[in-house]
């Protein structure tokens, strides 16, 4: 007996995500767009744009278009530019760096007083692996970071950016909670806010919101 045809419309939303942490967590991004990882690779300067899809179900794909901002202080005051309007961020810290965690609760202050009330901020502690493999070289515990994120309302994630481990699931679970059915774009032909991802040079225009 053959498979049943699939008569689902696939469907299409996009999201501005952006990514706030210290100079040294940005590798995050680097692993999920690329899949790659690089121990020299130099700081962002100013900020840098790149886009990634994932297939959320069967039949629905979200786009995040992600600004990945400078962690540098002197860059800081750009920050707002790029969050403005974003649907979600993704606050990283070092777990092996106690005063990482701090630098990160304070761009948690700075999203929830200027960014949009209903931004999914997801704090993301990096260099899972090192821990992992000497758990003396934790500084912030998985407890704390995650008692602090529940209180806010925040998604909590370990991730390591050198071996990839939990880098697509918590993207993966920050999808899960954007509002998919406002912003959804079925190629049927429902007009909705978002780009039509089909049409060529538009995103970048759309990308910045500012």
Known sequence: MSAPINTEEPRFAQFKLVLLGESAVGKVLHR?????????????????????????????????????????????????????????????????????????????????????????????????????????????SEDEARAYANELGLLYFEVSAKTGQEIKESFKSIAEKLPIEEKVNPRQGRRSRNVDLSRPNTNDQQACGC
């Open 32 to 140: 999920f767009v690329k899949d790659s990882f690089d121990d020299f690779r130099e700081s962002t300067i100013g900020a840098a744009f790149l886009t990634q899809t994932i297939l959320l179900d069967h039949n629905t794909t979200v786009k995040f278009e992600i600004w990945d901002t400078a962690g540098q202080e002197r860059y800081k005051s750009l920050a707002p530019m790029y969050y403005r309007n974003a649907n979600c961020a993704l606050v990283v810290f070092d777990l092996t760096k106690q005063e990482s965690l701090e630098k990160a609760k304070s761009w948690i202050k700075e999203l929830q007083r200027q960014a949009n009330s209903d931004i999914v901020i997801a704090l993301t502690g990096n260099k899972l692996d090192l821990v992992q493999e000497d758990e003396g070289a934790r500084e912030v």
